[in-house]
């Protein structure tokens, strides 16, 4: 999946927050409204402004949003690096949930777990296990590595597509994610989301 960053219109923002692919209730009870609210309106929102204002005359202003992060990141351009590293891995984890997610997946990407973990099972367990294992703040991946699906845990505002991954689907594991939903237990929001949310059409669109 490719996210666009650019609106190539002058005075207009670089960057700009979109727009939540269902309402903020059609979570619940598997992630509040108030989550929500937080977590776009507010973290994911900072992101973008602060973005706005670090891309100003750095000459990356008229790229795709995969290839600032990108460039960001080889140039160690750190700061802009962290806000559209961060705006790019919440874009795409919006697009991980559903209303209506959650459970065995199907299709395609149905074969290919089963093909790289032995069965949905084994998946569920290591990428409960990888983002449990993520110390401090970060996310837990499934990504297409040179055709092998992987699991991979990033820290903070770092991506798989700066590693030549394709990612999937992913998982935000940063506590501002699930606590006002689950306090301290991360465990169980990855078992809720992998049970109640994940969005597996999106999966598959992206292999």
Known sequence: MTLVATTKEENMDIFTLPTLPFAKD?????????TF?????????AYVGKANELIIGTGLENLSLEEIVKAAKTKEM???FNNVGQH??????WNCLSPNGGGIPTGAIADKINT???????FK???????IGQFGSGWVWLVDNNGTLEIVKTANADTPITDGMKPLLVCDVWEHAYYIDFQNRRPDFLASFLDNLVNWEFANSNL
């Open 78 to 80: 750190g700061a802009l």
């Open 88 to 93: 790019y891995n919440h874009s795409f984890f």
């Open 116 to 122: 790289a973990f032995g069965s949905f099972d084994s």
């Open 26 to 34: 059609a979570l619940e009870p598997h992630m509040s409204a108030e």
């Open 125 to 131: 367990t290591e990428f409960i296990n990888a983002g």
């Open 37 to 45: 609210d937080f977590h776009h309106a507010k973290h994911h929102n």
